[in-house]
């Protein structure tokens, strides 16, 4: 008769497999491959990549320069408008702002990455597109449209 061991993680998955440090089952899917050997997760103390791994207080400084740069942004293409700058030259304003926005964010999270910091930086983007469209109506147009996602790619792929 055989002893069958279960994962202490997921309790209906059969396994041979124990930590190294502390004896606990692990299964394949939650055991990590540590230098001396299989760990559990718990003695492996996996943490994110430094770069990755973005705090509390650096997620509010991104969102707070993400909201100011996506109202300046928008000041600025507004203010651009009234004073009869070319359409073409707008969208290209517009596109210059997706830049503009996740560098400002990139630089306010100390140069972090993750997908947080790419729903800020296009979160700024729409609020920035959204007053910009009910403002002018400028982003209605093909090109419009086109320099909006253009603006939203940049901004996102800073991340």
């Keep these: 008769m055989t002893d069958t061991k279960y994962c202490a993680r997921h309790p209906d998955t059969e396994t041979n497999l124990s930590c ?5 089952q692990v ?3 939650c055991m990590v491959h540590a230098h001396v050997g299989i760990r559990c997760p718990d003695c492996a103390r996996v943490r994110p990549v430094p770069t990755y791994d973005v705090s509390g207080a650096m997620l509010a400084r991104a969102i707070g320069a993400g909201a100011a740069l996506a109202i300046v942004g928008t000041t600025i293409v507004i203010a651009s408008y009234r004073f009869f700058v070319p359409i073409p030259l707008l969208w290209a304003l ?6 503009v926005v996740g560098e400002g964010i990139s630089v306010a999270a ?14 700024a983007v729409l609020v920035a597109v959204t007053a910009i469209t009910f ?4 982003t209605l147009s093909p090109y419009g449209l ?6 939203f790619y940049v901004a996102v792929n800073r991340f």
């Design 20 to 24: 190294g440090k502390c004896g606990v």
């Design 27 to 29: 299964c394949p899917r």
């Design 94 to 99: 517009i596109g210059g702002l997706g830049y």
């Design 110 to 123: 100390n140069r972090k990455r993750g997908q947080r910091l790419k729903f800020v930086a296009a979160g």
């Design 135 to 138: 403002a002018t109506g400028v």
């Design 146 to 151: 086109l320099a909006s996602g253009v603006a």
